[in-house]
């Protein structure tokens, strides 16, 4: 395989990290890197040294690390196998997320079990590159947001679980009345997230939940909704469901 004489990014906007198809380079190699970009070199799984935006030629003066793995030779033009990832840091502030599957929540007030979906986006940005690409890409030859949303769905989820039954019930509030608090939802599930995307060089800029949808045609869906529906009935007539009962029952006596 010839070596490479120039390397450049090829891949497509929307991808946080992308590697280079080449992997034979040589000391006299042109790396170009980008505004908003970071490149790594790689070597044997390990990555190694770093190059930021501008022209780097891949000389034994800028690549410390790799030299002191291959000992290349100073003053000579020498081949050497590597790897080149790039990572675009610019803010992504439009990585839309979802529930692919309903998630089981118990209405507070009602004790009904139901099932509810939500759907959100969030904004992130690459903030350390080295950790990103470690602990999240592997073997992958690119990183985009698909791949970022389908590691993350576990997490997310997980999350909105547990953070949306503790606040129904410290809020004492039903889930159909839940999308009235969307925006306090959405500050305390970013603050309850953000430390773990920071573990994977990820800073959460914002995330927000959009809705919180529940399927109608749901059987325990239909008895929410009709008990709620029956609540708001006897507040407008003025009397409790317990009232009711006992004047069913005088009303069954008083015909027998």
């Known amino acids: 395989m010839a070596i490479i004489d120039v390397i450049k990014y090829d891949g497509s906007p929307d991808v946080f990290a992308w590697k280079h198809p080449e992997t034979e380079l040589g000391t006299w190699t042109q790396l170009i890197v980008n505004q908003s970009q970071q490149a790594i070199l790689f070597k044997d799984g390990r990555a190694l040294d770093m190059f930021g935006p501008g022209r780097h030629t891949l000389s034994t003066a800028n690549i410390p690390i790799l030299n002191r793995l291959v000992n290349l030779p100073f003053g000579g033009k020498s ?8 990572v675009n840091q610019v803010s992504a502030l439009d990585v839309k997320w979802g529930t692919a599957n309903p998630i089981q929540i118990q209405d507070p007030k009602y004790n009904i079990i139901v099932p509810v979906r939500t759907f959100g986006q969030m904004g992130i940005k690459i903030t350390d590159s080295r950790k990103f690409l470690v602990k999240l890409v592997g073997t992958l030859p690119e990183f985009n947001q698909v791949n970022m949303i389908n590691y993350f769905r576990g997490l997310i989820i997980m999350n909105i679980n547990s953070m949306l039954s503790s606040y129904l019930i410290h809020r004492k509030v039903s889930v159909l009345e839940i999308n009235a608090y969307i925006a306090e939802i959405s500050r305390h599930f970013a603050d309850t997230v953000a430390s773990t995307f920071e573990e994977f060089g990820i800073e959460l800029i914002n995330l927000y939940i ?47």
Do not use: C
Request: charged letters at 30%; a negative charge.
């Open 79 to 86: 081949p050497f196998a590597a790897e080149v990832w790039y």
């Open 210 to 256: 959009h809705n919180v949808n529940l399927p109608e045609e749901d059987p325990s869906v239909i008895r929410l909704r009709e008990a709620l529906a029956r609540k708001a009935e006897m507040d407008i007539i003025g009397y409790t469901y317990q009232q009711e009962r006992s004047f069913d029952t005088l009303e069954g006596a008083a015909k027998n």
